[in-house]
């Protein structure tokens, strides 16, 4: 313990650097306009920022993504509040509490309740992650090739289970991902895959080009479609912040603690993320609540209750992602991206590798909290402003931040074309109601599973059966099964409901 709190110390110490700091900066208010921005997606902005950081100490960079994460939860409530529309899906709970609230005469105190929730969830998020991930990561020590190979199709088949949608969708879209990880050059027998004589394709196709395709173009596209038709919003002149009194905070503590612990739990899940935290966080409320009755009515517990689990989440999806190298969210998935663009692959080497990186990272966390709460104290009324721009202005600076990122990676035309290419691709599967996150998941994991399970083949003689006989390993597999057999047995259970 002592020695966790010396190095989060010395963290604190190189945060406070001029350009970690100004990093951190950047991606607490670029991270809070992406959340007020209505369609601009919390991970499609961090994939959006991917590109800008190739250059970059991966320190610094880590530090802008996290930063992005994190506010990213908090911002969307703003529009939520203000002005009913979530501008992310993270938000909508908000709007059944926030929103009715601000229609009373009260959207100051909404929104103070929102920034408490965000602060407080974010700092048991914070501490939770420092707190877990060396443990976790210790353990992890202890894993072989079969190991890593089930636990990143455990984090590939959990995205699939505890998604949104059809699982036959979702299952669909990871197998298209892993597919396109294949493009390229056998890492162990070096022959050429699915290359159709390209030379850009004998390089492989890079992830970065999967996600930034997939989610910015193929957003921009799906707006397009639309004709950019959303409606402008009223001016709302008198936007401010009004926190909440220590005697209101005393009558929901319970409440409050109650929802950071299911955030956390909910972000310790692969794939479940911001979203699913706060949807089972106002439904638990909704049932179980001390005011459940007068949930929707534009009570604080609608609204802290899903911006604590929200904010909280972030801490568990990062565990995930440093301790065994595994994202917890859509979100990590591109904070993976970053490390490995850098050459760091995350997982239980890191924090003996890296530690100070790491633990920088864990500090840029406390710190931005405090600069987030902050800015969004003070500087609401200049945040909404940019609902102002015209939703195509928006859109076209979208597209032209896809199209530097594409040129970035490998200075390559052919990028751009790949880029546009899966952009359609994620137009498509827009329409189709097929799952974005389990292709971009499978993109990035899927290089990392065909190796590990290659290794174990060659070094186990081919023995399949290894996966299930070896304790770790097989313990995991199980938990994969039923991860799986989970969405079957809820629509089973609904089936029985219904029919009593």
Known sequence: ???????????????????????????????????????????????????FTYKMDVTASIVLLTAMYVSGTYGGAFTAILFRIPGEPIDVPMLWDGYTMGRKGRPAKALGWTLVAALGGGLLSAVVMVALTQPLARFALRFSSPEYFVIV?????????????????AFISMSVGILISSVGVDPVYGTYRFTFGS????????????????????????????GF??????????????????KELKEIKGMFLRSSVIGDLIGLLPGAGATIASFVSYGIEARFGK????????????????????????????????????PGSGATAVILGAFMMHGIQPGPQVLVKSADM??????????GLAVM???????????????DFPEAVVSAYVLILCFIGA?????????????IGFGVLGYGFERLKFPISPLVLGAILGPIAEEAFMNTMISFSNDWTVFFTRPISGTIVALTVIVLLLPFVQRLMRGRLART
């Open 358 to 367: 790491v633990y920088t990272v864990f500090a840029s966390l406390f710190l």
């Open 1 to 51: 313990m002592i020695d966790i709190v010396s190095q989060l110390a010395a963290g604190f110490v190189h945060c406070l650097t001029p350009l970690n700091m100004a990093m951190l900066l950047i991606g607490i208010v670029i991270g809070l306009l992406i959340g007020v921005l209505p369609g601009l997606t919390l991970v499609m902005g961090v994939t959006l920022a991917l590109p």
């Open 153 to 169: 199709m455990f984090g590939l088949l959990s995205v699939v289970a505890i998604g949104r949608g059809s699982l036959a969708n």
């Open 373 to 387: 709460c902050a800015i969004g104290y003070f500087a609401i009324r200049p945040l909404v402003k940019i609902l």
């Open 199 to 226: 030379p850009i394709l004998a390089d492989g196709i890079e992830f970065l080009v999967v996600m930034v395709g997939a989610y910015g173009v193929g957003e921009v596209l799906t707006r397009l479609e639309t």
């Open 229 to 246: 038709a959303t409606k402008p919003l009223d001016k709302i002149s008198n936007a401010r912040t009004e926190l909440p009194t220590l």
């Open 291 to 326: 005011r459940r009755d007068q949930m929707g009515t534009g009570v604080a517990e609608g609204i802290v209750a899903p911006q604590s689990a929200a904010t909280a989440s972030v801490g568990g999806a990062m565990v995930h992602l440093l301790a065994l190298g595994i």
């Open 407 to 419: 040129l970035s990676i490998r200075n390559n035309v052919t990028d751009l074309w790949l880029i």
